[in-house]
């Protein structure tokens, strides 16, 4: 038998998936053996843990086909011939899982017989109408979530018609700011020049009275020399 990890394939990543996935196939192997041995609920289980060993070998291969990639041209007609053993392998373990699940009258305990007795028709009778059950129940579930969905949209739309509203006053008040600021430039503005024109005037009167002393004391003293 061949080394288990092969130190010759070139890539030890890709011997380490390969390790791993051949501890999977022995599980899987092993699995499928299990499922003949069993029928009913065990065999259901049986089958749905083999299914996911599977899914796990499937996703291990992919690993390979990737890293397999990287290797060598020298050592790769070797790898690729055993990831062909490989997937042949894993193809014929599908086969046989996808058999061994088809097998109603193993999987449901002779419930689907031909030539079922009373007990076996009361039991289909009590299983339909449990589907039945299960059926309006789930439609029931749609249901209402439908109606809470379509309560939500109706919410979302007032919410947006809200949105909506609060976006146009926030656009007026900016308008509205816009407006009161050109008031408050032009009112400054006006302030400024009364301001100057104050301070015009107030000059102008400091002058009058200059002059008008000036003219006093230019009288008094013409008067008494």
Same mark, same amino acid.
């Given at each position: 038998?061949?080394?288990?990890?092969?130190?010759?394939?070139?890539?030890? #990543?890709?011997?380490?998936?390969? =390790?791993? $996935?051949?501890?999977?196939?022995? !599980?899987?192997?092993? *699995?499928? &053996? @299990?499922?003949?041995?069993?029928?009913?609920?065990?065999?259901?289980?049986?089958?749905?843990?083999?299914?996911?060993?599977?899914?796990?070998?499937?996703?291990?291969?992919?690993?390979?086909?990737?890293?397999?990639?990287?290797?060598?041209?020298?050592?790769?007609?070797?790898?690729?011939?055993?990831?062909?053993?490989?997937?042949?392998?894993?193809?014929?373990?599908?086969?046989?899982?996808?058999? #061994?699940?088809?097998?109603?009258? =193993?999987? $449901?305990?002779?419930?689907?017989? !031909?030539?079922?007795? *009373?007990? &076996? @028709?009361?039991?289909?009778?009590?299983?339909?109408?449990?589907?039945?059950?299960?059926?309006?129940?789930?439609?029931?579930?749609?249901?209402?979530?439908?109606?809470?969905?379509?309560?939500?949209?109706?919410?979302?739309?007032?919410?947006?018609?809200?949105?909506?509203?609060?976006?146009?006053?926030?656009?007026?008040?900016?308008?509205?700011?816009?407006?009161?600021?050109?008031?408050?430039?032009?009112?400054?503005?006006?302030?400024?020049?009364?301001?100057?024109?104050?301070?015009?005037?107030?000059?102008?009167?400091?002058?009058?009275?200059?002059?008008?002393?000036?003219?006093?004391?230019?009288?008094?003293?013409?008067?008494?020399?």
């Amino acid at each position: 038998m061949s080394n288990l990890l092969d130190t010759d394939a070139g890539s030890e #990543l890709f011997t380490s998936y390969e =390790a791993e $996935f051949k501890l999977v196939q022995a !599980d899987l192997s092993q *699995k499928l &053996d @299990q499922i003949t041995e069993q029928s009913g609920e065990p065999r259901k289980s049986a089958i749905r843990l083999a299914e996911r060993s599977l899914e796990e070998a499937n996703e291990l291969l992919d690993q390979m086909r990737l890293e397999k990639a990287n290797i060598p041209s020298a050592a790769r007609s070797k790898i690729n011939q055993r990831f062909r053993n490989y997937e042949s392998d894993i193809d014929s373990a599908k086969r046989k899982l996808r058999s #061994l699940a088809d097998d109603r009258k =193993a999987l $449901f305990e002779n419930r689907y017989s !031909d030539s079922p007795s *009373k007990d &076996d @028709q009361l039991e289909q009778r009590q299983q339909l109408l449990s589907g039945t059950e299960r059926l309006d129940r789930s439609s029931q579930r749609l249901r209402n979530a439908q109606i809470v969905a379509e309560e939500t949209e109706g919410i979302g739309r007032g919410t947006l018609a809200d949105l909506q509203l609060q976006r146009e006053t926030i656009q007026h008040t900016r308008i509205t700011m816009l407006e009161s600021e050109g008031y408050v430039d032009r009112s400054v503005k006006t302030l400024r020049g009364m301001g100057r024109r104050m301070a015009t005037n107030r000059i102008i009167t400091v002058a009058i009275i200059t002059v008008l002393v000036l003219l006093i004391f230019a009288v008094i003293y013409n008067k008494f020399h």
